[in-house]
């Protein structure tokens, strides 16, 4: 490739001589026609895979023009969007300019970030097919661009030496921690589209020998490069992160790495055994087990993987492209010519490499027909296997085919209820508009009875009045005809006294019998009248009466079937009820349930790897308690309306997740804490779990449904949060007003105990080199001298640490005192308190330890120990200490610069105990001249012995120092709490 690359940057020195500016404007031109072709022959619709000869032009054509503009342009008219297998090959090429193209091309091909990732989430709608494997491989292109940006010292290639890689890092432990997360990223992506490609093939054909499967697996060979170093910088990087910080810290990164390994062995096994890889690329093989990060000597034991491609045969795909004879100058006859040679010479080589691949072709159907012979015949061997298990697959099918019945009859049935209770819901409506409609209907009929009623009784007044008239008419003509006939009978008697007056009275007596005539007429006629009034009168009350009995009657009937549908309605409504009693007594089974899995977790041997916070808990337990309030209402309120079962469902469903999940957490819980508490924690889980499932089944039953009491539900849950509260951290007990004083005293005092360890060392110096001589006097100078050098750079650290605090207080607060800045960022303060305290105990442990070592009582490795704890300690003082810092801060230059000297020193220190430790073992070495055989044997035996009794004492403390460390990071991190200020 860069024979390849070298070659394309002489083309402009030679298009220089002796050529006229519109000679250089054409060959320009006629490059970028040439390139636009091999961009589009390499990224075409065809499902076959890219020739690498139109691949190696697009390379050479970045490295010509100095970055991909013209690769770019040629892209965007290309309808990626809209053809998978475009896309596919779209994304081989671009991996290929990224790995092998000019360093520009990862510039130029930034500015289309966006556009790719939509094109990843547009195909990513897509299961299957060249749309899914384009998503994952577009996402792996991006990961790929922004690794590079983020780290730019990688080349797109990714080989580099192990000086290059040391100097990615700068020296700075941090630095390698963030690059080995980024590349377990890459590394990740790189593994999705090996799976994703191997998952989208039939891998019982071979179809590595068909254009299908090779245009799949093509872009492979890009992956299996970039995987092979991802995985051996990987391995390096983990060697030296383990030797720079705690193992638990990097408990993560292990079981990321073993993950990822197990991955990347099984698709590299499965690569290497495909025909289509075999001719091209040899693909190595990773060792049998993963490496031992916690063994530093286990590093000599790695061996990179190294990924090899053979030599290219002579084949138009491995010819050149770019013909250097055209750049040359020469008449045009002989260009002619020349072209026409080079295109008969490259006719001639597709030829010959199609019949090559004729015969390869041809040998690979050999080599399958005898592979198929080898399979038929294991095939028959395993006719008789497989018919027996048909038998059973057969037998597992009807009762499988049974339960689906039994479940569709289920489904159906209750698809039936859901549709009679739907039916009933509506007769329901109908009927109460039917009783609405009844009721109105009765209210119109009391209103015409009562408007006829008063009609009849009106009617009876006024007959009974003109009966009275008539009445008080005749007797008012009886009267006065009486009254006649008196004078009637007066005026006879005094006839004979009067003869005179005869003829008077006899006219007197026609003109009143005429007039009796006419009132005897009247008589009649009222008689008649009152005849006719009464026979009405009887009409009417007749009427009235038939009026009364129909209305009798339809009263009657409609009563009938107002009580007929009160009843109807009274039985929906009672099943109804019913119904409503039934779904809260699945919702409680379903509960009760959650429950009961929840308390099975509590005994669970795979639940103790779980682990939780008491304030996790706490908040868990809270929210419980507030979820029962809402259940106690809802409980109320169904006891009230049985019909309305809603509330109390939505309030049993909420609460029993919130119960399992108290129960869960703090089974997580007692796995962190003591024993004895741990004890108490899971006792008050089950009780209240217990308690939860009596009040349960209180809500199930009727006789008991409305005594429920959900108050000892309320007292464990209250028990479990009291728990928690104890178990809360307790390092927060420091009034925020002490703060500030108290950061200037841990510092005052860790520059004291560094002061005073620094004293110490150079007394101890002094008197080894009064009293020592020979090899011991030369190690106790030599380990007193590097602890000594550890002081002065921890001494230095803090000091640089006080400058950047300093300068934080400064710019952050305002017009706030300092004391104010430290209560205001409590978390940040205690841990620097915390960095502080360490700082200043690891500085005494490490005298302490020396002293010891100087005067033949300790051991060396405790001062190995010593002296990690140290750079552990002041890692965390920088930690702290940086947290708030500006990033272009000088002062914060100078703590990373001390943190480099500590860590220095602390190799120095480590180096000096090693070397000092080998010196002293070298003058006690055992003389084994004056010992028997007898003898010899028995100290063999019982120095095997030792050795298994110290390798069990050893694997036992590394469990302890690992819960230690464990429970230590756990009390920084959490009952301190800067590591959440850092995040």
């Not at 049974?402 to 209770?421: C, G, I, M, P, S």
């Not at 009427?543 to 009160?566: F, I, M, P, W, Y």
Request: net charge negative; aromatic share 4%.
């Amino acid at each position: 490739m860069e024979k390849m690359a070298s070659s394309v940057k002489q083309v402009p020195a030679q298009l220089l001589r002796g050529r006229p500016g519109n000679s250089l404007e054409a060959e320009r031109e006629s490059f970028e026609r040439g390139q636009s072709v091999s961009i589009n022959k390499a990224i075409n619709a065809q499902e076959v895979a890219v020739k690498e000869k139109h691949a190696r032009t697009c390379i050479l054509g970045t490295h010509h023009e100095k970055g991909a503009h013209t690769f770019w342009s040629v892209v965007n008219r290309l309808p990626l969007s809209s053809n998978a297998v475009l896309c596919w090959k779209f994304c081989h090429v671009f991996h290929k300019l990224l790995r092998d193209g000019h360093p520009s091309v990862l510039l130029d091909s930034m500015r289309y970030k966006n556009e790719l990732n939509d094109m990843s989430r547009m195909w990513g709608h897509l299961s299957e097919g060249y749309g899914r494997l384009s998503c994952i491989y577009l996402k792996l292109l991006i990961t790929k661009m922004e690794f590079h940006s983020k780290n730019p010292r990688f080349p797109g290639n990714l080989q580099m030496t192990d000086r290059q890689l040391e100097e990615t890092g700068e020296n700075d432990v941090n630095n390698f921690f963030q690059l080995t997360v980024e590349m377990f990223d890459y590394l990740e992506c790189e593994l999705n589209l090996f799976q994703a490609v191997f998952s989208s093939l039939d891998m019982s054909r071979s179809v590595s020998v068909t254009a299908a499967g090779q245009c799949r697996l093509a872009p492979l060979i890009q992956v299996i490069l970039d995987s092979s170093h991802l995985y051996d910088y990987t391995v390096k990087l983990l060697f030296k992160l383990h030797s720079c910080l705690p193992a638990d810290t990097l408990q993560g990164h292990r079981d990321r790495f073993h993950e990822q390994f197990k991955k990347l062995k099984e698709l590299f096994y499965r690569s290497s055994n495909l025909q289509y890889f075999k001719r091209l690329i040899q693909i190595p093989q990773l060792p049998e087990n993963a490496p031992n990060f916690l063994r530093a000597s286990a590093l000599s034991e790695h061996v990179s993987p190294v990924v090899v491609i053979p030599a290219e045969s002579t084949s138009p795909d491995s010819e050149p492209v770019v013909e250097t004879d055209d750049l040359v100058e020469m008449n045009s006859s002989s260009q002619q010519s020349k072209r026409l040679i080079s295109q008969l010479k490259g006719r001639i080589s597709e030829l010959e490499a199609d019949l090559a691949e004729q015969q390869h072709l041809k040998q690979q159907a050999l080599d399958e027909n005898e592979f198929l012979k080898a399979e038929l015949e294991e095939v028959k061997k395993r006719q008789d296997d497989t018919e027996k298990a048909q038998k059973n697959l057969t037998e597992i099918e009807r009762k499988a085919q049974a339960n689906e019945q039994r479940y569709t009859k289920l489904k159906e049935k209750y698809t039936e209820l859901v549709q009679n209770h739907a039916d009933l819901l509506r007769k329901n409506a109908d009927v109460a508009k039917q009783m609405t409609s009844f009721r109105q209907t009765q209210e119109d009929m009391e209103q015409v009875k009562k408007e006829l009623e008063e009609t009849v009784h009106q009617l009876k007044e006024d007959i009974q009045q003109k009966a009275q008239e008539q009445s008080c008419v005749l007797e008012a003509v009886q009267k006065e005809l009486k009254s006649r006939n008196e004078e009637v009978e007066s005026l006879k008697n005094s006839h004979a006294d009067s003869q005179q007056a005869s003829t008077v009275m006899a006219s007197t007596i026609e003109s009143l019998t005429s007039e009796k005539k006419m009132l005897c007429e009247a008589v009649d006629q009222k008689e008649s009248t009152l005849t006719t009034l009464q026979d009405e009168l009887q009409q009417l009350k007749d009427a009235l009466s038939a009026e009364k009995d129909n209305t009798s009657r339809t009263v009657e009937g409609l009563q009938n079937q107002l009580n007929e549908k009160e009843n109807h309605e009274q039985s929906l409504e009672k099943q109804l009820l019913d119904e409503q009693f039934a779904l809260l007594c699945c919702t409680v089974e379903e509960a009760e349930g959650i429950v009961q899995d929840a308390l099975s977790r509590l005994d669970d041997p795979l639940h103790v790897g779980c682990t939780s916070s008491a304030d996790y808990l706490i908040t868990r337990g809270q929210a419980a308690l507030d979820s029962l309030n809402r259940l106690q209402d809802g409980h109320a309120q169904y006891l009230s309306n049985r019909s309305d079962v809603r509330n109390l469902l939505q309030a049993v469903t909420l609460f029993t997740h919130l119960m399992g999940d108290t129960i869960v957490q703090g089974s997580a819980t007692s796995h962190m804490v003591p024993m004895e508490q741990a004890d108490r924690l899971l006792e008050a889980c089950k009780q209240c779990g217990s308690e939860v499932l009596s009040y349960f089944s209180s809500l199930k039953d009727t006789t008991t449904l409305s005594s429920a009491d959900c108050t000892k539900v309320r007292e464990s849950l209250n028990q479990i949060n009291t728990i928690g509260e104890e178990l809360r951290p307790k390092g927060r007990d420091i009034k925020q007003k002490e703060l500030g004083d108290l950061v200037e005293k841990e510092m005052a005092a860790t520059s004291a105990a560094v002061e005073a360890a620094t004293t110490r060392i150079e007394e101890m110096l002094s008197k080894s080199r009064a009293g020592d001589t020979g090899v011991k006097l030369e190690v106790n100078e030599r380990i007193l001298e590097s602890c000594t050098d550890l002081m002065h750079a921890v001494k230095m650290l803090v000091l640089t640490s006080k400058d950047l605090q300093r300068d934080i207080v400064e710019s952050g607060r305002g017009a706030a005192s300092q004391k104010e800045f430290y209560a205001k960022n409590s978390r940040w303060t205690e841990g620097l308190i915390s960095a502080s305290k360490a700082v200043g105990w690891g500085a005494t442990v490490l005298v302490d330890a020396a002293d010891m070592v100087v005067q033949g009582k300790g051991k060396f490795e405790e001062l190995m120990v010593c002296s990690h704890e140290i750079a552990a300690s002041t890692a965390q003082l920088v930690a702290a200490s940086k947290v708030k810092a500006d990033k272009d801060n000088a002062n914060l230059g100078k703590l990373r610069q001390a943190s480099k000297g500590v860590n220095e020193a602390t190799a120095s220190v480590v180096a000096s105990t090693k070397s000092g430790k080998s010196q002293i073992e070298e003058t006690d070495t055992m003389d084994f001249s004056s010992m028997t055989l007898t003898q010899i044997k028995r100290q063999e035996m019982d120095s095997q012995v030792r050795v298994l009794e110290l390798e069990s004492e050893l694997q036992k403390e590394r469990q302890r120092l690992g819960g230690l460390r464990k429970k230590h990071y756990e009390l920084a991190g959490v009952s301190e709490g800067w590591d959440e200020d850092t995040k």
